[in-house]
C-alpha cells in the first residue's frame, strides 16, 4: 500500500512541476493569480449557495452549469498565461506573461470585490470608483 501512494505521489509531483514548467515557473506572480482565482470561484459560490443573489443564473442561486462555465474560464486563463509565457521565449522578454498575470490578477480582484458586495459587504468609496473606472476601461467608456 505505501508502494502506491508513493507512486501515485509521484505521478502528482511531476505532473505539478511539469505544469508549474509550462505556465512559465511558480513565483509570487502565478500564486497571486491561482489564490485569486481560488477566492473568486469560492465567494462566487457563496453569492449562489448562501446568498442566492448570483446574477449568473435565473434564481440566484446554485447552478451546476454556471460553476463549470467559471472552472473553463479559469482554465482559459491559465491557457493565456501559457500562450504568454511562449510568446515571452519566442521574442525573448520577460514581461509578457507578468504583465498577463497582472492583469488577469486585477480582473480576479474586481470580481471578488463585486461578490462580497453581493453579500452585502459596504466597499469604501475609493475602492468602487476604482472599480468602475476599470471597468470604464474594459469597456472602452
Not at 1 to 23: E, H, P, V, Y
Request: glycine fraction near 10%; charge should be neutral; charged fraction near 20%.
Amino acid at each position: 500500500m505505501n508502494d502506491l501512494k508513493l507512486t501515485i505521489f509521484t505521478i502528482l509531483g511531476m505532473a505539478g512541476a511539469f505544469i508549474s514548467q509550462l505556465l512559465g515557473g511558480w513565483d509570487a506572480g502565478m500564486s497571486t493569480l491561482i489564490i485569486f482565482m481560488a477566492i473568486d470561484y469560492f465567494t462566487g459560490f457563496l453569492v449562489g449557495a448562501v446568498f442566492h443573489k448570483s446574477p449568473k443564473s435565473e434564481n440566484g442561486s446554485l447552478d451546476s452549469k454556471v460553476g463549470f462555465k467559471g472552472l473553463c474560464k479559469k482554465g482559459m486563463i491559465l491557457l493565456i498565461v501559457l500562450i504568454a509565457v511562449r510568446l515571452d521565449l519566442m521574442v525573448n522578454s520577460d514581461y509578457i506573461r507578468d504583465s498577463v498575470i497582472i492583469a488577469f490578477s486585477l480582473n480576479e480582484l474586481v470580481s471578488i470585490i463585486e461578490n462580497a458586495g453581493l453579500m452585502g459587504i459596504k466597499m469604501p468609496t475609493v475602492i468602487t470608483k476604482a472599480i468602475d473606472s476599470l471597468k470604464g476601461k474594459e469597456t472602452g467608456v
